[in-house]
């Protein structure tokens, strides 16, 4: 809901009030204001004008010379592109020295040879959205529709001094859908009362049920029509107060009688219709449920199918409109309308809500019957408005209002003690506070003894039970001034539960190493998953019984799909140095009809294109390569301090390029996979070479971490010895590693391979692994003779184990 500050005013005082203060208020009593924002989007220097003169530019078929009058000794000449503009036409004329949105500013410049000094604006380059402007004015400039002061400041006269704020409402607060229940809002923060518009008329001699009956079929859905006859209307574009004020609430300007439903429409929160009387098809009006296969084309110029469970306005004979939808075009307002009939209803808006949902078609006037409107308030709609379109079209309004009238408008009843109150919100509000609060709400109330009965207005539809009444007692007493206590039960200390740690510490970990979080949906296709799976048509994965689109129709399986959307989604933008990573759950299931819940497994999955460093300074890159991978995921098991054999071991699974992936043992469990994506699978998302991993990490963390032991720094030095081996190039450097520490027993304490070699000196297929061996004693010194002992037995056992050989 977007309310204009200066439209605000007209029902409440709040003068020594700034727009943001009141955005405060309201925001600390429980109405949200997103924002506040300036209808003056920068425009300074801006005057009206009156075109003397409007001739063709001698140089430029599309430009016009135009001496402009704007209050000064002389008139100016200015140059205009606009079609429109034309002679005797009051402007709006940004002069020399003027700024407009964006911080353009206007200086005297020479087109096509001839001078212009200022510009003549459209109200689109005052800031104005396109959406807003009338059509009429959507290309080419803004001229005033009613004479106007040359040199005036044309800022006041287009409302460019108003604030609006941006109400973010929860779906209980309707009665702030309008500016007068926006003002009871703030009348009731501030103790203040609100001043209602006047509906009090003259009335034309005849009577309105002359010229037409109402008859309601379907008083459920509709317990109360009332019709207003308005003879001999002018149709016409409204007055310029008229225009700015809906543009400022978001509403685009159609005719003067449109506006005005519209107006209040905003204004009471209760919707309106206003057929054409003359194209209406008859007298009578009967409000009853479509048939089934029922056509009607509605102000949108869609022809819609109706069935019985919408409720629709005919003339006895066919539909000519959706109730609390939508118009019909055959009977709606045009420029050669005479008389109006104006309709002011009340509508069930269960049945509103389903007509709208179901069409596609929703709009202001169906989310109000929605949340629900003040019953109270529909028959002074349907008067003010009819007194707005005699006084501003120039209408008659008829005698009477036919009505069909069943509509409930007694206040609900409340009652709760202040017992209760105190007790929900742990307060000691005495009673005259509370009377003061149920006063300043305008709720009537009686006292018996500590018991409220309340009398709820009609307004407020979201008053139903006691917590309602305690929300609007803390709402007006201030949530700052409750006090903070602790509650009085047992309680236990929170905190984290090992899953939710582990979690944390793998995030920490990741975005540290300089991978971002990516959240995906669980939904995904069969297509996108089979290009990891062994059997694409396999029962485990779960199908969505009524998916909204194909892209979403089973549950994943692997996160891995969702993650190379993302990359190629960076990609297609230029950002080709992505890392990202997943916490998720995926889907399995062993039947072929879900009978019961799927198994959930949560996975953790990462994917890495382009650099993983770059240092512009030095000039060092630094690719993203298995190896890179692998020590995060190394790096990760570190963390979560996963205790046992830890191997990666090299395989080749679908979707993975071979010889560049690996699945990761843990104990001798499969916990995951890493490695290069296949080339066809990286094509198939238009993506660089690219490295993923997944991991099972409900596995992970319900596996038994290391204990955390300290030991003292040792006293004694270490010695060091480095060894070249020559192998068969099929054994692995992890089978190397472990003969080594078998061998080396207590004494040997780091073992770290730090080259490999293969060409040139050695036989084929052999291969040369060079590791540094660290040995260390904490109790004494080594010596020469110890270590050699325990370095000969590691050379003897690779060359009983391996067959290696020293290099030499």
């Not at 059509?135 to 040199?151: A, D, N, Q, V």
């Not at 469970?309 to 609390?324: C, F, M, S």
């Not at 889907?587 to 990462?606: R, V």
């Not at 290069?676 to 238009?686: D, L, N, R, T």
Request: some cysteine.
């Amino acid at each position: 809901m977007l309310v204009s500050y200066q439209w605000l005013k007209k029902y409440i005082d709040i003068d020594d009030l700034t727009a943001e203060e009141v955005a405060e208020k309201l925001t600390r009593s429980g109405v949200e204001v997103d924002l506040v924002h300036s209808m003056n989007k920068g425009v300074k220097n801006i005057v009206v004008g009156k075109v003397l003169e409007c001739e063709k530019h001698p140089e430029a078929d599309k430009l016009n010379l135009c001496q402009v009058d704007i209050g000064e000794d002389e008139s100016v000449q200015i140059v205009c592109g606009a079609a429109n503009v034309a002679k005797d036409q009051h402007v709006v004329v940004a002069k020399v020295g003027a700024r407009l949105p964006g911080g353009m500013k206007i200086k005297r410049a020479k087109l096509r040879g001839q001078t212009s000094e200022g510009m003549i604006c459209s109200l689109q380059e005052l800031g104005y959205e396109g959406k807003l402007v009338s059509k009429e004015y959507t290309e080419g400039i803004f001229p005033f529709p009613t004479e106007m002061t040359p040199g005036e400041d044309a800022m006041e006269a287009l409302n460019l001094g108003d604030q609006v704020l941006e109400l973010d409402l929860t779906p209980n607060r309707a009665d702030c859908l309008s500016m007068i229940g926006t003002a009871y809002e703030v009348g009731a923060i501030l103790g203040r009362d609100v001043k209602l518009p006047e509906t009090t008329m003259e009335r034309g001699q005849e009577n309105a049920s002359d010229y037409v009956s109402v008859k309601v079929d379907a008083n459920e859905d509709n317990p109360y029509y009332g019709a207003i006859m308005i003879k001999d209307v002018t149709i016409a574009p409204s007055p310029l107060w008229l225009q700015t004020t809906l543009m400022a609430a978001g509403v685009r300007p159609i005719n003067n009688v449109v506006d005005i439903t519209n107006y209040v429409l905003l204004e009471y929160g209760q919707p309106l219709h206003a057929f054409d009387y003359d194209r209406f098809g008859s007298e009578e009006v009967l409000v009853r449920r479509a048939k089934d296969g029922e056509k009607i084309t509605t102000l949108d110029d869609v022809e819609r199918t109706l069935t019985a469970d919408y409720l629709v306005i005919t003339n006895g004979k066919e539909p000519v409109a959706l109730a609390g939808v939508m118009g019909g075009a055959n009977s709606e307002v045009q420029s050669d309308t005479k008389n109006i009939l104006l309709e002011a209803a009340y509508f069930k808006g269960t049945t509103i809500r389903k007509a709208s949902r179901e069409l596609g078609l929703r709009s202001d006037a169906s989310a109000r019957f929605e949340k629900g409107v003040d019953p109270s308030r529909v028959r002074a709609a349907g008067e003010r408005a009819a007194k707005m379109i005699a006084e501003i079209a120039g209408g008659t309004v008829l005698s009477g209002i036919v009505e069909f009238n069943e509509l409930d408008v007694t206040p609900k009843e409340v009652t709760i003690t202040l017992g209760k109150i105190n007790g929900v919100l742990g307060t000691s509000i005495d009673t005259d506070t509370v009377k003061e609060i149920l006063s300043k709400l305008q709720f009537t109330f009686e006292l018996e003894g500590e018991m409220f009965r309340i009398f709820v207005p009609t307004r407020r539809q979201d008053i139903q039970i006691e917590a309602d009444i305690v929300e609007e007692v803390a709402r007006l007493y201030g949530y700052d001034n409750i006090p903070t206590t602790l509650p009085n039960t047992a309680t236990t200390p929170g905190g984290l539960t090992e899953v939710q740690a582990k979690k944390r510490k793998a995030r920490r970990f990741l975005e540290h190493a300089g991978v971002n979080e990516a959240v995906s949906y669980s939904l995904t296709t069969g297509e996108k998953e089979s290009h990891f799976h062994e059997d694409a048509d396999s029962l485990s994965r779960v199908k969505v019984a009524l998916p909204m689109s194909e892209e979403r129709s089973t549950l994943r399986t692997t996160l891995l799909p969702h993650l190379l959307d993302a990359l190629s989604h960076n990609k297609n933008r230029s950002n080709l140095n992505v890392s990202l990573y997943e916490i998720g759950s995926v889907f399995h299931t062993e039947e072929e009809t879900i009978t019961k819940q799927p198994m959930e497994t949560a996975m953790l999955s990462g994917a890495f294109m382009g650099l993983c460093y770059e240092h512009s300074w030095q000039g060092e890159k630094k690719a993203v390569d298995f190896f890179v991978v692998k020590g995060i995921v190394e790096g990760l098991l570190k963390e979560l301090k996963m205790e046992g054999d830890v191997q990666f071991v090299q395989s080749e699974p679908k979707g993975f390029h071979p010889g560049r992936a690996a699945k990761l043992l843990v104990n001798g469990k499969e916990m995951g996979v890493l490695g290069q994506i296949h080339p066809s699978v990286a094509k198939e998302w238009s993506l660089p070479e690219t490295y993923v991993f997944e991991l099972n990490f409900h596995a992970l963390v319900e596996g038994k971490g290391k204990e955390i032991r300290y030991s003292p720094i040792p006293r004694y030095p270490a010695m060091d010895r480095d060894i070249a081996l020559v192998l068969d190039e099929t054994v692995k450097a992890s089978e190397v590693e472990k003969v080594i520490v078998e061998f080396g027993g207590d004494l040997l304490k780091n073992v770290a391979l730090f080259d490999l070699y293969q060409g040139e000196h050695l036989e084929a297929g052999k291969k040369s692994l060079a590791f540094s061996l660290r040995y260390q004693d904490p109790e004494k010194t080594l010596t020469e003779e110890e270590v050699t002992k325990v370095h000969e037995s590691v050379l003897a056992g690779l060359e009983e184990r391996l067959g290696a050989t020293l290099r030499s």
